[in-house]
């Protein structure tokens, strides 16, 4: 019998979704990006967006609950600043053990709230639930957010001759900042008003993974300029590349504004690193590129 | 140190929201309806919820998917109804260990999908993640519905006088309705556009849990007429009273409608139970009732 690890995440995804109804009135991006997209107000547009971080998968159980609590957050935040929007209403889902003590989820809400008050959002509804015991615990956070028609940004949109882009540095994720990361809701913005991305997305399952999803959904290929690739201290290629959780802006800008991009994002966020790593090409002559994070394989 | 299992349900969602932001521009319901309800158009409220089965708490390991998905998705739905509402966009986040078979969760998406395809609501997101081995399979749904202003019914606006009101027939629901169960979103409809109830939910946790929970909010008292209360076949008082996951309609009625309402019921809906339960009273005057599900008790 066929087990997930026969397939892997994306190849399951197509055949569950063939089970189910998928498209109707108002929806103009269902899955298949960071977030769901369906028509709102003359102004702008909802997005949708869930996801969960398991205990022993995402965290470990000796960690400190406030972290865990900020990441949950923080991760579907990213998702927002990934389409050009940002976050609304939240509700959040705990599966517990009823072993589990209340400072601990207290703690856990705290770390949600501070996420919240810093980079946006409201809670208005979830649900704690219990699970067997020897399960893990796990935090499925569910949000809509925003976004101004003219400012959404999708991964499928790049163009033949793009430069690609990403903030930050990449890899090495596991030693602290899958935890403490900043979402790059304010650089994502700015970006939107002043450099529109023809694609965007965050960086989740490392570069490796995620950079030809990029290109596959805009029907291009890539070029990758190696030796830019920005790591993290200490750091190699292969890490950069594979680690994920970097939770960074992946882009791309047309070639002629390349160079004004630069510049100006040295002006506006003079401590974070922008980093032309290639350039999206005729699909037939992009090279290929394998690896970084799959939840089954 | 306090546990879960010390404080119960209620008493930790009220801790828990002391430590995020929940207040905000737009919100008409945060936590503590059947869903939150925020402004949305100039004619419709938005509808959120999120609501998780767990294996091993909701549904038995040998169960046949099929028929956990549409309890999934038909638990939500039915949470929509008890607002007056309809369901409009769902995420599925699915945890599963990889030792899964594929087949296995096509038929849980299967499922899902039969329960859209009859009562309304279209996927447009989702995540699969795993986890670790041993732990519960969880479906976790989440979903937005909307509902038309004049036609939204909270569980908090009951009156003093009201008729208590109850679709179908409680307990038992273990031997299968639990997973069967048809949301009552038609008479829901019908109800909010012909005999507006004042308060309205749906059993989940068991009528001696969530009637109160209705009176309470409403800041009634409560009297039950327990020889009036329809049990399922084989079910005595005390099980209907407190099995839980009814997903029948609970809602009260200005009593000088009671008997027009009730024959209409019967020639709109002649094949379900409508029966009154109780009244609504000063809440000084009504009697206690205790019991039913709580996920931590």
Chains 1, 2 share one sequence.
């Not at 197509?14 to 977030?35: E, H, M, T």
């Not at 946006?120 to 935090?139: A, D, F, K, N, Y």
Request: with cysteine; proline share 4%.
């Amino acid at each position: 019998m066929e087990n997930l690890s026969d397939i892997g995440e994306d190849a399951l995804i197509a055949r569950l979704l063939k089970q189910v109804p998928i498209s109707g009135k108002g929806i103009i991006i269902g899955s298949g990006d960071d977030c769901a997209v369906t028509e709102y107000s003359k102004t702008h547009y909802e997005l949708l967006k869930t996801d969960a971080v398991i205990e022993g998968v995402h965290f470990l159980p000796e960690e400190n609950p406030t972290r865990v609590g900020w990441k949950a957050i923080a991760r579907v935040i990213s998702d927002f600043a990934a389409m050009g929007g940002r976050p609304k209403w939240f509700m959040v889902t705990i599966a517990i053990p009823t072993s589990c003590s209340v400072r601990y989820l207290e703690n856990l809400y705290t770390g949600m709230g501070k996420c919240m008050e810093t980079h946006g959002g409201i809670l208005v509804g979830g649900e704690t639930t219990r699970i067997p015991p020897g399960s893990s615990l796990m935090i499925s956070i569910a949000a809509t957010g925003e976004v101004k028609h003219d400012e959404l940004v999708l991964r499928s949109e790049g163009k033949v001759d793009d430069s690609i882009y990403v903030t930050g540095k990449l890899g090495g994720s596991i030693s602290g900042k899958h935890l403490d990361f900043q979402p790059r809701i304010d650089q994502a913005s700015w970006l939107v008003k002043n450099f529109k991305p023809n694609a965007m997305m965050d960086l989740s399952d490392g570069l490796a993974k995620d950079l030809p999803r990029l290109a596959k959904a805009s029907s291009c290929g890539l070029i990758l300029e190696k030796n830019n690739i920005p790591g993290s201290l200490n750091c190699n290629l292969d890490q950069a590349l594979n680690n994920g959780e970097d939770y960074e802006l992946l882009f791309t800008v047309d070639v002629n504004r390349s160079e004004k991009l630069e510049n100006e994002w040295r002006k506006k966020f003079p401590k974070l690193l922008l980093t032309k790593i290639g350039s999206l090409v005729n699909k037939q002559i992009g090279e290929s590129l394998n690896g970084g994070w799959d939840h089954f394989l």
